[in-house]
């Protein structure tokens, strides 16, 4: 099975992309199924039912996110009747949605999708070492690939996550800091890792954002309205490609394509 996992979608631009390319993307790789961080969707906070229904039309399988899940009020609605949208799993009990979720591929294959976030430099929630296990436990009596998103500042925190449920999960890639590292493997027992997937948005920017009010907070210190950028959209994902019948994983591949590579591969399917 190959799992494409695409980073944080940060506003317009990032849905421009998974609109114009995910097909292709798709078709090119040889995907069996589509998991999307999706909570900077909405003007870069947070997401709406318009635009979780939209990336699900698009061909995404499942939506996961993070810390912005509930900057758009109607987000707290939407949850409660989309379970393709995940919150994190370590939210105290009580709050609306769910942090894990058993799909299915087109071609009957299931699989399981877990949304976690880290408390280093986060908000202080329910500790996701202890809770995440948990939700893979439930899940591994249906299937054995399991996909784990961690949503977390720090990078150690995120290792220590891969190196807790290696042999457990067939991935674990990391979210939320919008820069895509270079650590892409397959530890030990057969799991792969990624640090962090990157950021499907505007790259000429502070990590979504229009550069002169980030760099004035840096500068001045005083507060300043964030509009997400437009300047230089990239797709930023990992391919994982799993063994159906041991969960592990077989291969990772980091994916970073501009808006030209993406509209040129859209082009060629369409020949």
């Known amino acids: 099975m190959r799992i494409l996992f695409i980073g944080d979608i940060v506003g317009r631009p990032g849905r421009e992309l998974v609109r114009?390319?995910?097909?292709?993307?798709?078709?090119?790789?040889?995907?069996?199924?589509?998991?999307?961080?999706?909570?900077?969707?909405?003007?870069?906070?947070?997401?709406?039912?318009?635009?979780?229904?939209?990336?699900?039309?698009?061909?995404?399988?499942?939506?996961?996110?993070?810390?912005?899940?509930?900057?758009?009020?109607?987000?707290?609605?939407?949850?409660g009747i989309e379970p393709r949208l995940l919150r994190p799993a370590n939210y105290p009990r009580g709050v609306p949605g769910n942090g894990s979720y058993l799909a299915r591929t087109r071609q009957g294959t299931s699989i399981g999708v877990v949304n976690a976030m880290g408390r280093v430099f986060m908000a202080n929630i329910d500790d996701p070492f202890t809770v995440v296990p948990r939700e893979v436990d439930a899940l591994q009596a249906r299937t054995r690939i399991i996909f784990v998103d961690f949503h977390a500042e720090a990078?150690?925190?995120?290792?220590?996550?891969?190196?807790?449920?290696?042999?457990?999960?067939?991935?674990?890639?990391?979210?939320?800091?919008?820069?895509?590292?270079?650590?892409?493997?397959?530890?030990?027992?057969?799991?792969?890792?990624?640090?962090?997937?990157?950021?499907?948005?505007p790259h000429d920017s502070i990590i979504g954002v229009e550069i002169d009010a980030a760099l004035g907070r840096f500068l001045t210190a005083l507060p300043a309205r964030f509009e997400t950028a437009t300047g230089n959209p990239r797709l930023n994902a990992v391919i994982v490609e799993a063994d159906e019948q041991t969960g592990k994983a077989t291969d990772i591949e980091r994916l970073s394509y501009s808006s030209q590579e993406i509209d040129e591969l859209a082009n060629v399917r369409s020949v």
């Open 155 to 201: 990078t150690s925190e995120k290792v220590a996550m891969g190196w807790h449920l290696d042999g457990r999960v067939t991935a674990v890639v990391g979210t939320h800091t919008h820069v895509q590292t270079a650590d892409d493997r397959i530890l030990p027992k057969g799991t792969a890792y990624l640090t962090d997937v990157g950021m499907t948005g």
């Open 20 to 79: 114009r390319g995910l097909a292709a993307l798709v078709d090119y790789h040889r995907v069996d199924f589509v998991i999307a961080n999706a909570e900077n969707a909405a003007a870069g906070f947070g997401i709406t039912r318009e635009i979780g229904e939209q990336l699900l039309e698009y061909g995404v399988d499942v939506m996961t996110s993070g810390n912005h899940i509930w900057d758009k009020k109607e987000a707290l609605d939407y949850i």
